[in-house]
């Protein structure tokens, strides 16, 4: 960018334009320079510090001091700062000619500067500034250089002209002279500057120049009148034709760019195409769960972020096909236009896609989660995509829910390997839920029995004495993802309180909630988003450390908490006691474990009859081969 310096390489021509514009409005939204610290007119020193850093708060008492000043001197504010800069800008090029060095790499790496910005990309300085600096080199009589950070994750930064830069031509050399006058200028005064040196603002530009520039407007308006685009792009044109391919940045080319640009819809781009693990061989624009690669028609096992990572926005191109539950969440969180979501039901009728016809299987997964069956009509092979799945055979049967159709083949099948360990063998869901209920009644009859023997005592005492900390409710606190552990907090509402016992979610999960199949207006009407109206608390699960529940339990006016944090990495039931909160550490997974996978292994060769059937990997590291091989040996041919 022509003014903040932020590389725009992986941007389009439209998008560069509409950033430079907005770079320029930001300049002209605040009249005050950034970094100017004493009026214009009567030099009245307005620094706040000796940092040189002005609190937000300063602006307007700038802005208030410098108008009134103008008032007293006839000189209106727009009129005054426009003289100011032009003053400015003489005195910077008249100092730019002292400077000979053609640039060099700056080390920012102990810059204090620049504004430092954080994780979410706002400015932590206090008078808001560009989203990046030019780094600028000061040297005069015998001092040292000083070091500006262009941006908080820079290193270092190649100023035009270095070792590794290319030779320092004029333009150059007039971009660090106006860069190296004064440490507080901004970017647009800089490269004003710039462009003055090398003729850009002259009516009588280089032959290079002149080349390189774009032809006078129709009106013939002098150069000097042109618009501030106008002028930046012609400063870089400039500096291209003198300096020649040496300052040309290359376009970006990689996945990420190119997969931006189709983001925003902007031009043909050609995406790359997917791994082996996200295609449907036979199929050229089928891609399951990768929405970063090129392809037609999309496919999404389920609403989760490893899944749907690419997939933003209403500009996305192509056909997505997933669950009613699914298309109800992209379109909802996602802001995926309606238009491009394909249904394709579990247990309904295949959906028809050139010449395959895809099938959903329940995946016992997350609300929405399904597999997909392929079926190449034309080739005669068939294809399965767990996506991600807890392959329990009293839920799951592979032989029952799909058919293999006469004459064709099970080719291929597209694992979840999470678990692909043969260590990781826990118990299944019911019984992982049916622990989780028992502990909860074992924590009512306690409650039950301390609030008994309280009262008690105080009606032993004549009942003047009140409620200690031994009596009261117990809060009971589930961890779930933003899609995922919902079974287990529903089963413990519905058999272990009354049916109008509520549970607390936020707005958010409640808005989640509202788009499964599978919940009945009873199980709605149970969720609140009162956190004192419920004893069943709904969170995420990095919000089920003590600090956090101790905080949840007195906001919930409860005596004391029972957590459960249900994970597959538990392997069993643990317990840890901090005072009046427990966390309760339950196996309970939505990925299948080794023993499940080996079932699925063997029910997939059943269905191919004893034929070979390839099964590919699409979770794990670099030891994934060798347990998949150990898994495949331990699956014998079943049967169907």
Same mark, same amino acid.
């Given at each position: 960018?022509?003014?903040?310096?932020?590389?725009?390489?992986?941007?389009?021509?439209?998008?560069?334009?509409?950033?430079?514009?907005?770079?320029?409005?930001?300049?002209?939204?605040?009249?005050?320079?950034?970094?100017?610290?004493?009026? +214009?007119?009567?030099?009245?020193? *307005?620094?706040?510090?000796?940092?040189?850093?002005? +609190?937000?708060?300063? =602006? /307007?008492?700038?802005?208030?001091?410098?108008?009134?000043?103008?008032?007293?001197?006839?000189?209106?504010?727009?009129?005054?700062?426009?003289?100011?800069?032009?003053?400015?800008? %003489?005195?910077?090029?008249?100092?730019?000619?002292?400077?000979?060095?053609?640039?060099?790499?700056?080390?920012?790496?102990?810059?204090?500067?620049?504004?430092?910005?954080?994780?979410?990309?706002?400015?932590?300085?206090?008078?808001?500034?560009? %989203?990046?600096?030019?780094?600028?080199?000061?040297?005069?009589?015998?001092?040292?250089?000083?070091?500006?950070?262009?941006? #908080?994750?820079?290193?270092?930064?190649?100023?035009?002209?270095?070792?590794?830069?290319?030779?320092?031509?004029?333009?150059?050399?007039?971009?660090?002279?106006?860069?190296?006058?004064?440490?507080?200028?901004?970017?647009?005064? @800089?490269?004003?500057?710039? #462009?003055?040196?090398?003729?850009?603002?002259? $009516?009588?530009?280089? +032959?290079?120049?002149?080349?390189?520039?774009? &032809?006078? $407007?129709?009106?013939?308006?002098?150069?000097?009148?042109?618009?501030?685009?106008?002028?930046?792009?012609?400063? #870089?044109?400039?500096?291209?034709?003198?300096?020649?391919?040496?300052?040309?940045?290359?376009?970006?080319?990689?996945?990420?760019?190119?997969?931006?640009?189709?983001?925003?819809? @902007?031009?043909?781009?050609?995406?790359?195409?997917?791994?082996?693990?996200?295609?449907?061989?036979?199929? &050229?624009?089928?891609?399951?769960?990768?929405?970063?690669?090129?392809?037609?028609?999309?496919?999404?096992?389920?609403?989760? /972020?490893?899944?749907?990572?690419?997939?933003?926005?209403?500009?996305?191109? !192509?056909?997505?096909?997933?669950?009613?539950?699914?298309?109800?969440? =992209?379109?909802?969180?996602?802001?995926?236009?309606?238009?491009?979501?394909?249904?394709?039901?579990?247990?309904?009728?295949?959906?028809?896609?050139?010449?395959?016809?895809?099938?959903? =299987?329940?995946?016992?997964?997350? &609300?929405?989660?399904?597999?997909?069956?392929?079926?190449?009509?034309?080739?005669?092979?068939?294809? *399965?995509?767990?996506?991600?799945?807890?392959?329990?055979?009293?839920? =799951?049967? *592979?032989?029952?829910?799909?058919?293999?159709? +006469?004459?064709?083949?099970?080719?291929?099948?597209?694992?979840?390997?999470?678990?692909?360990?043969?260590?990781?063998?826990?118990?299944?869901?019911?019984?992982?839920?049916?622990?989780?209920?028992?502990?909860?009644?074992?924590?009512?009859?306690?409650?039950?029995?301390?609030?008994?023997? @309280?009262?008690? *005592?105080?009606?032993?005492?004549?009942?003047?004495?009140?409620?200690?900390?031994?009596?009261?409710?117990?809060?009971?606190?589930?961890?779930?993802?933003?899609?995922?552990?919902?079974?287990?907090?529903?089963?413990?509402?519905?058999?272990?309180?009354?049916?109008?016992?509520?549970?607390? @979610?936020? /707005?958010?999960?409640?808005?989640?909630?509202?788009?499964?199949?599978?919940?009945?207006?009873?199980?709605?009407?149970?969720?609140?988003?009162?956190?004192?109206?419920?004893?069943?608390?709904?969170?995420?699960? !990095?919000?089920?450390?003590?600090?956090?529940?101790?905080?949840?339990?007195?906001?919930?006016?409860?005596?004391?908490?029972?957590?459960?944090?249900?994970?597959?990495?538990?392997?069993?039931?643990?317990?840890?006691?901090?005072?009046?909160?427990?966390?309760?550490?339950?196996?309970?997974?939505?990925?299948?474990?080794?023993? %499940?996978?080996?079932?699925?292994?063997?029910?997939?060769?059943?269905?191919?009859?004893?034929? $070979?059937?390839?099964?590919?990997?699409?979770?794990?590291?670099?030891?994934?081969?060798?347990?998949?091989?150990?898994?495949?040996?331990?699956?014998?041919?079943?049967?169907?």
């Amino acid at each position: 960018c022509a003014v903040c310096a932020v590389d725009l390489a992986a941007l389009s021509l439209l998008e560069r334009q509409v950033h430079l514009n907005q770079c320029l409005d930001d300049c002209d939204k605040d009249p005050v320079e950034r970094h100017a610290y004493r009026c +214009p007119l009567c030099e009245l020193d *307005l620094s706040v510090d000796a940092t040189g850093r002005v +609190p937000a708060a300063k =602006i /307007s008492e700038r802005l208030a001091h410098v108008k009134t000043c103008g008032k007293a001197h006839g000189v209106t504010a727009a009129e005054m700062f426009r003289r100011r800069r032009e003053a400015q800008t %003489e005195t910077q090029l008249r100092r730019g000619d002292q400077h000979e060095d053609g640039g060099a790499i700056v080390d920012v790496e102990n810059a204090t500067a620049a504004p430092r910005r954080d994780a979410c990309g706002e400015d932590e300085s206090d008078e808001g500034e560009f %989203e990046a600096l030019l780094a600028v080199v000061r040297r005069e009589d015998g001092e040292d250089v000083e070091h500006v950070a262009k941006a #908080a994750d820079t290193d270092h930064v190649l100023v035009p002209g270095s070792a590794t830069g290319g030779a320092a031509g004029p333009a150059a050399a007039a971009l660090a002279a106006g860069a190296c006058a004064a440490p507080t200028r901004n970017a647009a005064q @800089v490269l004003m500057a710039a #462009a003055k040196a090398t003729g850009a603002l002259s $009516p009588a530009p280089t +032959p290079a120049a002149a080349a390189a520039q774009p &032809p006078p $407007p129709a009106d013939g308006v002098a150069a000097e009148k042109r618009s501030a685009v106008q002028v930046l792009m012609a400063a #870089a044109a400039a500096r291209t034709a003198v300096n020649g391919s040496g300052g040309k940045r290359q376009r970006r080319t990689g996945p990420a760019s190119r997969w931006w640009e189709a983001q925003r819809g @902007v031009g043909v781009v050609s995406l790359p195409p997917p791994p082996m693990h996200k295609v449907v061989p036979g199929a &050229p624009g089928f891609v399951v769960d990768g929405f970063r690669y090129g392809g037609a028609h999309y496919f999404l096992t389920h609403f989760h /972020s490893d899944h749907y990572g690419g997939l933003y926005g209403s500009k996305f191109r !192509g056909l997505i096909y997933c669950t009613p539950t699914t298309g109800r969440l =992209i379109v909802q969180q996602l802001a995926v236009r309606p238009e491009v979501v394909r249904e394709v039901r579990v247990g309904g009728p295949p959906v028809v896609v050139d010449d395959f016809a895809i099938t959903a =299987i329940e995946a016992n997964h997350c &609300p929405g989660a399904a597999m997909f069956w392929f079926c190449d009509r034309k080739r005669r092979r068939c294809f *399965l995509h767990c996506g991600d799945c807890r392959y329990d055979r009293s839920e =799951i049967r *592979l032989t029952k829910a799909v058919r293999l159709p +006469p004459s064709h083949v099970l080719d291929t099948v597209y694992l979840d390997t999470t678990y692909c360990n043969p260590r990781y063998c826990f118990m299944p869901q019911r019984q992982a839920i049916s622990a989780v209920c028992d502990r909860v009644r074992a924590a009512l009859k306690e409650e039950e029995r301390q609030n008994s023997s @309280v009262s008690s *005592l105080a009606s032993f005492f004549g009942g003047g004495a009140g409620r200690g900390r031994s009596g009261g409710k117990t809060l009971f606190v589930f961890g779930t993802y933003t899609i995922g552990k919902e079974r287990v907090f529903l089963s413990v509402a519905r058999s272990c309180f009354p049916p109008g016992e509520k549970v607390y @979610v936020s /707005s958010r999960k409640l808005r989640i909630l509202r788009c499964y199949d599978d919940l009945s207006l009873e199980d709605l009407a149970r969720f609140t988003t009162d956190r004192k109206e419920a004893r069943i608390h709904v969170t995420e699960m !990095g919000k089920l450390d003590p600090k956090s529940l101790r905080a949840t339990l007195e906001a919930a006016g409860l005596v004391r908490c029972v957590a459960f944090r249900p994970t597959g990495w538990a392997g069993r039931i643990t317990e840890k006691s901090h005072g009046d909160v427990r966390v309760v550490g339950v196996p309970y997974s939505e990925h299948s474990s080794f023993a %499940e996978l080996r079932d699925l292994v063997q029910d997939a060769r059943s269905l191919s009859a004893g034929r $070979p059937c390839k099964f590919v990997p699409t979770v794990g590291g670099s030891g994934i081969r060798d347990h998949l091989q150990t898994l495949l040996a331990r699956a014998p041919p079943g049967t169907p």
